[in-house]
């Protein structure tokens, strides 16, 4: 079982920049891979970025590519995302999701955390 809480939301103007923090805990956590999610009012979830355990694999969907990072602590269980050049559209309640094998699909993640939101101002 692994646990996620994440932290870093909340509201900032267009090209401000926020960072998110996942914090794990639960039996071999670090083994895991980490994704990135989010989910706007209307909107089915998305994937924003993945990092493999090991830190050297990293995925971006292509909305985010060269604006968000994604990077993990293993040391500290915890893994971040750097969010910068922030845009209206990024607008949402950003999940960080956990599992063995890296996926794009948010149904094939087993563990999940409560979310946080991000809300970008025009």
């Known amino acids: 079982q692994v646990q996620l809480v994440e932290s870093g939301g909340g509201l900032v103007q267009t090209g401000g920049s926020l960072r998110l923090s996942c914090a794990a805990s639960?039996?071999?956590?670090?083994?895991?891979?980490m994704g990135w999610f989010r989910q706007a009012p209307g909107k089915e979830r998305e994937f924003v970025a993945g990092?493999?355990?090991?830190?050297?694999?990293?995925y971006y969907s292509g909305s985010v590519k060269g604006r968000f990072t994604i990077s993990r602590d293993n040391a500290k269980n915890t893994a971040y995302l750097q969010m910068n050049s922030l845009k209206p559209e990024d607008t949402a309640v950003y999940y960080c999701?956990?599992?063995?094998?890296?996926?794009?699909?948010?149904?094939?993640?087993?563990?999940w955390g409560q979310g946080t939101q991000v809300t970008v101002s025009s």
């Open positions: 990092i493999s355990e090991s830190g050297v694999n990293r």
């Open positions: 639960g039996r071999t956590s670090s083994t895991y891979t």
């Open positions: 999701a956990s599992r063995r094998i890296f996926s794009y699909k948010p149904k094939e993640y087993e563990y």
